[in-house]
């Protein structure tokens, strides 16, 4: 499905930068993340961050709303075609954008937790979670510019590691209460959350990319654990 959806956006037709707006956003998103990261680990300081980065995530809601306004003369102009097209754009959409919010909060660790991260057994989950991301966002980034549903389900592979090794953290983090310092251990706990949170918005766009847009906001590890506390 999603090559009908590519072919459909990137036709002469009112949607025919949506698709760019689109990779645009996820391409700010990345940058976020990358800058949040580096804070977090004072190798660039926060100062110098602040401003480019709350920049960026104004680009990011400006462009979802340019895609929204496609969408709807799009619409307007085509009443009853491209209807499912249109509502998984909007949808991505709305995952792209809040990726930007999440990285503002990783960026907001960064700034309000100053004393260091010293437990490695969480730490080093962590490291490699933010490092698979790095990889995840380019291949969601090529996913969405080129159609490559490869790049795509090497992504959403990815995804469902990350978000099995964010709950490790913090179910660990719950027996280990007592042992480790209480705001580091909410810095990890948080740093968890919004890793997984970043990870589930590529993996909507990506099973987008994969044309499986009833599985969106769906994911299998998920509904098993649902499963195994029934």
């Known amino acids: 499905m999603f090559r009908q959806l590519y072919s459909a956006l990137t036709s002469e037709n009112t949607l025919d930068r949506a698709f760019e707006d689109l990779t645009r956003m996820l391409e700010h998103g990345a940058w976020m993340f990358a800058r949040a990261n580096e804070v977090l680990y004072s190798e660039t300081p ?18 979802e709303r ?36 999440y990285c503002k909060n990783v960026f907001e660790i960064g700034c309000l937790y100053t004393e260091g991260f010293h437990v490695d057994k969480y730490q080093a989950p962590l490291d490699r979670m933010a490092e ?6 380019s291949r969601v980034i090529a996913a969405t510019a080129r159609s490559d549903e490869a790049a795509a389900g090497k992504a959403l592979a990815q995804a469902g590691e990350i978000r099995r090794s964010c709950d490790e953290v913090i179910a660990e983090l719950f027996h280990d209460e007592g042992e480790i310092e209480f705001h ?22 990506a099973t987008a990319v994969l044309g499986r847009l009833e599985d969106l906001d769906f994911y299998p590890e998920k509904e098993a654990s649902e499963r195994g506390r029934r």
């Open 46 to 63: 926060a100062d110098e961050v602040r401003q480019p980065l709350y920049d960026r995530d104004q680009s990011i809601n400006e462009l």
């Open 66 to 101: 340019s895609i929204r306004r496609k969408v709807l003369r799009h619409l307007t102009v085509n009443p009853g075609h491209d209807v499912a097209i249109c509502l998984a754009l909007m949808s991505v959409a709305k995952d792209a954008e809040r990726i930007g919010d």
């Open 132 to 137: 698979a991301m790095h990889g995840m966002f």
């Open 184 to 205: 580091e251990a909410m810095a990890y706990s948080l740093l968890a959350r919004h890793y997984k949170r970043v990870a589930g918005h590529l993996a909507n766009i």
